[in-house]
């Protein structure tokens, strides 16, 4: 039975884990059916995108769900996700939250939350982490400077139950039409979301550019210097001014 786009499939939640995504990978494995999803209130090994450490101490939002496009979903879909992520906090009263390309949810210039997509044997799962604290946090010193909290309306605990159907239903939602329209169907909206719309960027390629948008597929397409175009997929931006 599918539920406001996404199929439903049982939700299973941890006090600790490593890792909601090693959790939900053992789970398809197994055969777990689209739609399943798993919940932690603290993991221990914690995944970023580019095999980085995601730090996650206990009572932050941490969340994996498993997709089943049978085929390999294209790296637009982890911008149209925070896209999703946006639009369920915006539901539960928190505004001012960007995207930096390509899956960093920004908010007061801090890094709040981000997305991870894994492909695997026609599987994706979204991997989805989130600063959800009111209270002050003691960050590991090399994030100190850039992470920063999404605080939400009544204590954090009731918030993350509030947030969670909100989250299926938009990601499920977003899922579906990605798949029937692609990325071109949430570009606008998401050049409206993006923290870097219109400015000056450096990759970690050495490129450097104004930031024109997305193109049709997701990627950053930029401006250099020169007046040539240049779109790119795969790398990451070090400053933007
Ligand atoms: C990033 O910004 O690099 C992506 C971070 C994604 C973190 C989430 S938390 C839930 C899921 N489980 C993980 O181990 N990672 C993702």
């Not at 980085?52 to 911008?79: D, M, N, Q």
């Not at 989805?128 to 605990?157: C, H, M, R, Y």
């Not at 499920?172 to 000056?200: A, I, P, V």
Request: hydrophobic share 40%; with cysteine.
């Amino acid at each position: 039975m599918v539920k406001n786009g996404l199929p439903e499939g049982l939700i299973f939640y941890f006090p600790v884990l490593d890792s909601t995504g090693i959790k939900l990978r053992e789970l398809a494995q197994d055969g777990a059916v689209e739609g399943t999803v798993v919940v932690a209130d603290e993991q221990k090994a914690g995944r970023g995108r580019l095999g980085r450490y995601w730090y996650s101490p206990a009572g932050g939002f941490y969340i994996s769900v498993l997709f089943k496009p049978g085929a390999r979903v294209g790296g637009g879909f982890s911008l149209v996700a925070a896209g999703s992520v946006i639009k369920s906090l915006r539901d539960c009263g928190a505004e001012g939250l960007n995207v930096k390309w390509p899956n960093d949810l920004f908010l007061a210039g801090k890094k709040v939350g981000g997305i991870l997509c894994e492909n695997f044997a026609g599987n994706m799962m979204v991997g989805i982490g989130l600063n959800i604290f009111s209270q002050p946090v003691q960050w590991p010193s090399d994030i100190a400077a850039k992470a920063g909290s999404i605080e939400l309306p009544g204590t954090d605990e009731q918030a993350k139950k509030v947030l969670l159907p909100k989250l299926l239903g938009h990601l499920g939602q977003d899922y579906e039409n990605f798949c029937s329209h692609g990325f071109l169907y949430f570009k606008e909206e998401l050049e409206r979301l993006s923290l870097l719309e219109g400015r000056q960027v450096t990759l970690d390629n050495g490129e450097c550019g104004k930031v024109l948008g997305y193109s049709d597929e997701g990627g950053l397409c930029l401006l250099a210097e020169g007046g040539q175009r240049h779109t790119y997929f795969a790398a990451r931006v070090l400053s933007y001014s």
